[in-house]
């Protein structure tokens, strides 16, 4: 019976031992290691990372700010649909597919999107436009059109005129309706994408006439006295700025075309505004009328040719037509006196001014100025007035015959010697006649 129970003991203790061997010992699981990440690729509207592959991870899980998530196989992943210019952080963990190995951390990196690009502004021009004007036909009486190249990345455009409600169109132009016949609108444009990568440009702006019909204005010449004409202009718009003025018909007979007079008529409103001591824009704007305008203008010479006439104009200085409308006038003859003028001793430095006045002359005055000056220039413009305001109050008074010597002139040089003659009855009026000075030897 002993010999029994001791091998039992050494049965059950043989057990115990086998029970406790190494092969059969647990095991804890391991953690995967974490991903170190890197930035792949950035775009306004993406985001990219890349990461060497996690050793005995079966995939990985991806989130982006702790929201959007995604699994993978590779090591890498993409975030589409992005806002342009936002950083954005995005988390890796390596994903274990065996029960002896744990998912590894978190890996995080931050990353932000490139900032959008703004669009290129239209480059905007009128319809036909060929460099200095609308082509006639391009513009109507009530509308204009607007026209420019096709801008990159650009699905539509936005266009508003004067101000108004913003417009949409996808292609390269825009008609401008509604508009009164001659009067400018500004139109400004500007390019959308409608994609968040891309900001709309800024605006284009433009500022576009409608055609001015071919007889904008009645103009007519109601009496002609000695030195004044006076008559009426009635413009078709009531509303259009237009200016109003005379010249000589032998000067205006020089220009070739309306444009190269009107041309010589802005250069004198310059130079007024240049001796007024303001811009050109202020001093137009106060020349321009609008409506029916009754003129009478005055200091004329007698007995000579005017052309009286009318053109479309703005304030801001640019002609809204080159469309001129004139009518001749004459006026009387001088029954109040005259002052001949000739020229005697001409040298290089100056000349005789021979003054003969008739017996109805009063008084008068004389000024020699360069016939090419500004001066004279302002002089021609301003007439008998512009003599009697910026001659007179300078220059001594003269009766009778006079030899008037002027020296200390530039020799080859043309100068306009400028009379004005005040009569006994109380009319005046005025001269101009040119000298040339001899040449130095």
Known sequence: MKKKLLFSAFFVLGAAFAGCSDDEKPVDPVALAAPVLAEDAVTQVSVAVTWDAVENAASYACTLDGAAGTIVTQPSVRFDGLEPGRSYTVEVKAVAGQEQYLDSECARITLTTLPATQLAAPVLSAGGDTGERTRPGDATENSATVVWEAVPDAASYVYTVDGGEELTVTGLS??????????????????????????????????VAAALEQNPFTLSVAQAGMNSISGSVSPKSKTRTYYCGYALKSDFDKYASTEEFIGSVRRKLSASALIAGVSFEEYLAAQLVQGDHPFEFTGLKPETDYVVYAVGWYAPGDLLTTVLVSAPATTLPDASGEVTVTFENVASDGFDVVCTPDAAIEKYYVHVTKTSSLAMEVLMAGGLEAFKKEVMPAKGEYTGPQTIRKTGLAAG?????????????????????????????
């Open 413 to 441: 040089t043309s100068y306009s010697v400028c009379v004005l003659g005040i009569s006994k009855s109380g009319s005046d009026f005025w001269i101009e006649k040119t000298q040339k000075t001899e040449k130095a030897e």
């Open 174 to 207: 825009a008609v401008v309706t509604g508009l009164e016949s001659g009067m400018p609108a500004t139109v400004r444009v500007k390019a959308v994408s409608g994609q968040v990568q891309f900001l709309d440009s800024e605006f284009a702006e433009l500022t």
